[in-house]
């Protein structure tokens, strides 16, 4: 799977290098590597995160390079940049059967044509035809073509998906008479992967608001146009690689509660809402919630009359209330026992953002981190943390330049001399560190000993067996030096399966060794996920949720593994970094031998 999407990578590159008619050697060369990334029976990603040797006919240094880049970062520069140089919904065109990268410049350079509906309006207007090359049948086997490319249905992960939609909601924001507007649908519900994109806005002239929608730049086809609603494809490249769907309504003052709780979802938390509604005779749609037997229910049309007044609709509180339930944050409505919970008033008080203390994942210059620790420590006070744990890889890691113990050495002798020059900001010094093949860990027990805290990863043999790989889990996790276990699937998402584990067993130790489990805030990470999440607490663990950041960047990540550990139903209580740091040092004294 991985393999896939490397080899589908240096494909594009070659594609985009095609049609900006570029050296036709480097052309080629990327295609070869292509090939053989697809060919390999094993999972050069892997491989290469293991720092193994990677031997693949005809791949060079720099395509090793790109591999590696893609690997640690989960994109590649030199992809980005060509990326940037042709417009967006050009490489959707290469989709259509027998329509290449020489069609696409032919089209591109003479007909200015830059989307599928370009694309479509030249075959209308018949200027395809007289273009050199292609004529009236090859015209019409294209436009045959492009029937078959019905939308594939991907799904696009959580943080690219929010990027976009702050893209758009921003852009709109500056249209005049523009009430409100806000994100519904998976995104605000925090799942990990989002299929569409759903906004809702309230405006005194929606039709203006809708019309800047279908206009925005990046706009690649509209796929549906009316009074309240639109429909667009939408595509900006910086932000990620898909043509992502966006669906607007345009919604009245007095149901924008009704509407925002309707299409927030899930269908399956509003499938129980309306049986709760109608337990109490009362009607709940996205127009507002209703007495039952009013002109609302017995009209054929879904709008109500004026007739019917609605019960509530201007807000989702006054729903929830009125079905006498406590109000349900958005992350939890998946119809998994919250609405029983927000009937006895019995919700979890998930944990938020603002109540994370500190970030104990991070990598500096030592390894494969970009900023020094002292930008590092500028960036968490700016976030309001009150401490940070350096955890560089260790010595196994070498592709990611880990620490073997006298570099080790040397950086916590370097962190504790910034950190006595700290005023009420604490830096940690930690481990990333590699849990081997049969468990052991990396460094020996009295290197371990000399830090503050502990996290153990697995980065090698992820495609292992499930009892080998539970087997090393549990191993580095009796060790009394460790204390969290990092990303503990190594689910790298649309890129890398987790592994085989038996949870069950991991999460039952975890709790009996006093081990955390993170929560990699990470994008591509979310790992635990959000059902490991609700099983470990389950379960008695604590968790933590870390950033991994790579830079000062990536600390600001943190609210994708707080919206994962809110889907797993977490507590302040049940995170460790949601706690002052001498309850952190408190959690690996317990553990660590007396
Ligand atoms: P996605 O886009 O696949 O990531 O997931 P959602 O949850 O955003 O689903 P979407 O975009 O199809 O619809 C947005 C919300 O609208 C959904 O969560 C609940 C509501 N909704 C849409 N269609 C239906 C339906 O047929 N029945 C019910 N009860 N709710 C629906
Ligand atoms: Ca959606
Ligand atoms: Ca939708
Ligand atoms: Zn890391």
Same mark, same amino acid.
């Given at each position: 799977?991985?393999?896939? =999407? ?19 050697? =480097? ?9 053989? &990334? ?7 990603a ?11 006919a ?16 989960g ?13 967006? !919904? ?13 069609s696409?410049? %032919? ?25 050199? !090359? ?19 249905g ?6 690219e ?53 279908t ?23 910086? &932000? ?12 009245p ?43 609302? @229910? ?11 007044k ?20 958005? +992350? ?7 609405? @029983? ?25 030592a ?18 943390? *009150? ?18 113990a ?11 001399t ?7 900001f +604490?830096?940690?010094?930690?481990? @990333? ?30 495609? !292992? ?28 998402? *649309? ?12 999460? *039952? ?26 099983? %470990? ?9 870390? +950033? ?10 943190m609210?994708? !593994? ?8 977490? +507590? ?11 309850a ?11």
């Amino acid at each position: 799977m991985t393999n896939q =999407r490397l080899s589908d990578l240096f494909e594009q590159m070659a594609d985009i290098m095609e049609i900006l008619d570029e050296d036709r050697f =480097r052309i080629a060369t990327y295609r070869k590597v292509a090939r053989a &990334i697809a060919d390999c029976p094993q999972d050069v990603a892997q491989l290469a995160a293991q720092g193994r040797p990677i031997e693949l006919a005809g791949v060079g240094k720099s395509s090793l390079q790109k591999i590696h880049e893609f690997v640690h970062h989960g994109a590649v520069q030199a992809h980005q940049d060509l990326l940037g140089r042709i417009p967006p !919904g050009l490489l959707e065109l290469l989709n259509i059967p027998g329509f290449g990268p020489k069609s696409a410049a %032919a089209v591109w350079k003479h007909l200015k044509v830059e989307t599928l509906a370009d694309l479509q309006r030249v075959i209308e207007d018949k200027s395809l035809e007289t273009l050199a !090359g292609f004529g009236p049948k090859k015209a019409e086997s294209i436009a045959r073509g492009i029937q078959f490319l019905a939308a594939a249905g991907h799904r696009i992960r959580l943080a690219e998906a929010l990027a976009l939609a702050d893209l758009i909601v921003g852009q709109l924001r500056t249209c005049p008479g523009l009430q409100e507007i806000e994100v519904a649908g998976s995104l605000r519900r925090g799942c990990e992967t989002v299929g569409d994109i759903d906004l809702l806005a309230q405006a005194a002239d929606g039709g203006k608001i809708l019309e800047a929608f279908t206009r925005l730049p990046g706009v690649q086809r509209v796929l549906g146009a009316g009074p309240t609603k639109a429909s667009i494809q939408f595509a900006w490249p910086e &932000i990620c690689n898909e043509i992502v769907q966006v669906d607007l309504r345009i919604v009245p003052a007095e149901s924008f509660g009704a509407a925002w709780q309707y299409f927030t979802g899930s269908k399956y938390h509003n499938v129980k809402l309306r049986e709760i509604a109608a337990q109490k005779h009362l009607k709940l749609n996205e127009y507002g919630l209703f007495a039952a037997g009013t002109s609302a @229910e017995k009209s054929s049309a879904k709008k109500p009359s004026a007739a019917a007044k609605s019960l509530a609709g201007r807000t989702e509180r006054q729903i929830y209330q009125k079905l006498g339930l406590a109000y349900i944050a958005p +992350t939890l409505r998946e119809d998994r026992g919250e609405i @029983e919970r927000a009937q006895k008033n019995k919700l979890p008080l998930i944990v938020e953002l603002k109540d994370i203390q500190g970030d104990l994942h991070m990598h500096s210059p030592a390894s494969d981190g970009r900023h020094e620790v002292a930008q590092l420590v500028e960036a968490a006070r700016r976030l309001g943390y *009150h401490y940070i744990a350096i955890s560089d890889h260790s010595q196994s890691s070498a592709i990611a330049n880990g620490l073997d113990a006298k570099r080790l050495r040397a950086s916590i002798d370097a962190v504790r001399t910034l950190n006595e020059s700290l005023k009420r900001f +604490t830096v940690l010094i930690s481990s @990333e560190v590699d849990i081997l093949m049969d468990g052991s860990l990396d460094y020996p027990d009295e290197v371990l000993a000399e830090l503050d805290f502990v996290i153990a990863s697995v980065h090698s043999g992820l495609t !292992g067996p499930r009892q080998r790989n539970t087997s090393r889990l549990l191993k580095a996790m009796d060790n009394p030096y460790v204390n969290c276990i990092g990303h503990p699937t190594g689910r790298m998402i *649309h890129v890398r399966e987790p592994m085989d584990l038996d949870m069950e067993l991991i999460l *039952h130790r975890a709790a009996e060794t006093h081990t955390a489990m993170e929560v990699s805030a990470s994008p591509l990470r979310l790992d635990l996920n959000d059902i490991h999440c609700r099983q %470990a607490i389950d379960a008695g663990v604590k968790l933590v949720i870390n +950033t991994d950041a790579h830079d000062t960047h990536g600390l600001g990540q943190m609210s994708y !593994g707080v919206a994962t550990a809110q889907r797993g139903w977490a +507590t302040k209580a049940d995170v460790l970094n949601a706690q002052p740091l001498r309850a952190v040092r408190a959690w690996v004294r317990q553990k660590r031998p007396r």
